[in-house]
């Protein structure tokens, strides 16, 4: 797959860029039927993660993503993404009803992070989170996690605890902000772009890691192309089904961490 080479800092404003598909734009233009669902059954509703039922090449599945917003007024309603744990919360009801109903998860990745506030931290993020990640992890039902923009912290990862990862060609998957990166390591946040290349964020660097799947070009009709990844991974993921895809998902995280060959390679030229 010919991937165009453009640096990793470039990669970042790409993946933030205002103009990209929200989550719920690409809801309408590959689902049939959308019916969203509210609430976390405990506190409130998060509009900063949009989940519900769905049809895909007419069958039920269950759909859940990260929401920005287009302008300053809509990314206030959506924090800029950034869900609070009655947003998590929200997505684990889901996915224990998808399993119930044997409905596969699909789930859209666009968010900086979890939402940093006190009052989210005073409500249980984190634990909120580690919730997300334990029961995605478990679910029998096939799971795809598409990125679609920013991957940011265990905003991102937890809902993307997936039995396949598919990310956009300009999207992006990291522990934190290149600018915290810098921050954190040199004390500089300007340095971000540096920080960039040397966090290995982009989808073709985690492709190498084997941590991505497959990486989709963002040309011609985008929605068609993740379209057709949905439906050939559901296909070969149903043949698996049930405790083999608990098991299967294990396996793929435990290999997370041991490169490829191709990724020895690109390390072995640099220490060369």
């Given at each position: ?7 990793a800092?470039e990669?970042v ?5 205002q103009?990209r ?5 690409y809801i309408e233009?590959?689902?049939?039927d959308?019916f969203?669902?509210a ?21 039920p599945?269950?759909?859940?993503g990260h ?14 993404g950034?869900?609070?744990?009655e947003?998590?919360?929200?997505a684990?009801r889901l996915m224990k009803?998808?399993?119930?109903f ?5 789930t859209?990745?666009d ?5 940093p506030?006190?009052?989210a ?5 984190g ?7 334990a ?9 795809v996690a ?6 940011g912290?265990g ?28 921050s954190?390591l ?7 772009e540096?920080a960039a290349?040397?966090?290995k964020?982009?989808?073709e ?8 799947d497959c ?8 929605f068609?192309?993740v379209?057709?990844e949905?439906?050939?991974s559901?296909a ?18 435990r290999r997370?961490?041991?490169?490829t060959?191709k990724?020895e390679?690109?390390?072995w030229?640099?220490?060369?």
């Amino acid at each position: 797959m010919n991937i165009k080479k453009i640096s990793a800092a470039e990669r970042v404003k790409l993946a933030r860029a205002q103009d990209r598909p929200t989550c719920r734009d690409y809801i309408e233009a590959i689902f049939d039927d959308f019916f969203p669902l509210a609430g976390d059954r405990n506190h409130g509703e998060d509009a900063s993660i949009l989940g519900g039922l769905a049809l895909f090449r007419s069958r039920p599945v269950t759909v859940i993503g990260h929401q920005k917003g287009r302008d300053l007024q809509e990314n206030m309603v959506y924090r800029f993404g950034m869900p609070n744990p009655e947003g998590y919360r929200k997505a684990i009801r889901l996915m224990k009803q998808a399993e119930k109903f044997r409905r596969p998860v699909i789930t859209f990745i666009d968010t900086p992070g979890a939402y940093p506030g006190i009052e989210a931290e005073a409500g249980g993020q984190g634990e909120a989170i580690a919730q997300s990640i334990a029961v995605m992890s478990r679910l029998k039902v096939p799971t795809v996690a598409i990125f679609i923009g920013e991957g940011g912290s265990g905003g991102a990862l937890a809902l993307s605890v997936a039995d396949r990862i598919v990310m956009l060609e300009n999207s992006i998957f990291s522990i934190l902000s290149p600018e915290g990166f810098a921050s954190i390591l040199w004390k500089d946040a300007k340095r971000w772009e540096e920080a960039a290349e040397v966090m290995k964020l982009t989808a073709e660097d985690l492709q190498s890691l084997g941590i991505c799947d497959c990486v989709i070009p963002e040309k011609g009709d985008v929605f068609l192309r993740v379209a057709r990844e949905i439906e050939s991974s559901l296909a070969a993921l149903e043949k698996i089904g049930g405790e083999n895809l608990i098991k299967e998902r294990y396996k793929q995280i435990r290999r997370i961490g041991k490169p490829t060959k191709k990724a020895e390679d690109l390390l072995w030229q640099e220490l060369k």
